[in-house]
């Protein structure tokens, strides 16, 4: 079976509040899934890669193939094994393990590809790029809210280092 697979993560530095929202297509059916990461996450990077893993496991066991399509290169690097820093591997370990259980209990193979976020519905991809984005990012600023005050839409980043890979849309 193949399913195409969306995701996306909406996430505030000075909360490290983050959600995400995933869409799912298989045998002409459709899946839409979000809900707020239940943690704490260190970057935006980490939870559109959070992200990724929740929507795969959104997968039926009997899946053979899984298209999965993020706006976060980032994201798609940490699940290919392609970090080579120490530090960020072991920022990336627990979310790159669940991926690899999963993958490796249902045999199924994962095949990532970018789509470019922020780009309304030019496409049909890009459309559903956008609604995740918009599921997400709702999703996130009510969790900011309900923890920091509702106030908090007005709140600037902080300042800081820089993550390890630049910042994903969200």
Request: glycine share 8%; charged share 20%; with cysteine.
């Amino acid at each position: 079976m193949l399913i195409t697979l969306f995701t996306d993560a909406s996430y505030c530095s000075r909360s490290r509040v983050a959600a995400y929202a995933a869409w799912a297509k298989a045998d002409g059916r459709t899946v839409r899934h979000s809900s707020v990461l239940k943690q704490p996450v260190q970057t935006s990077s980490l939870a559109e890669t959070m992200a990724l893993v929740n929507g795969i496991h959104l997968g039926p066991p009997a899946a053979s193939k899984i298209i999965a399509q993020t706006d976060c290169l980032g994201a798609i690097q940490a699940l290919s094994g392609m970090l080579r820093r120490a530090e960020v591997i072991r920022q990336y370990a627990a979310v790159v393990a669940a991926y690899r259980d999963k993958v490796a209990a249902a045999d199924v193979v994962v095949e990532f590809r970018h789509v470019g976020g922020h780009k309304g519905t030019v496409t049909p991809r890009n459309a559903v790029n956008t609604w995740c984005d918009g599921e997400c990012r709702r999703l996130m600023r009510a969790a900011r809210a309900a923890l920091l005050g509702p106030q908090s839409q007005d709140l600037p980043a902080p300042e800081g280092r820089a993550p390890a890979f630049p910042a994903c849309t969200g």
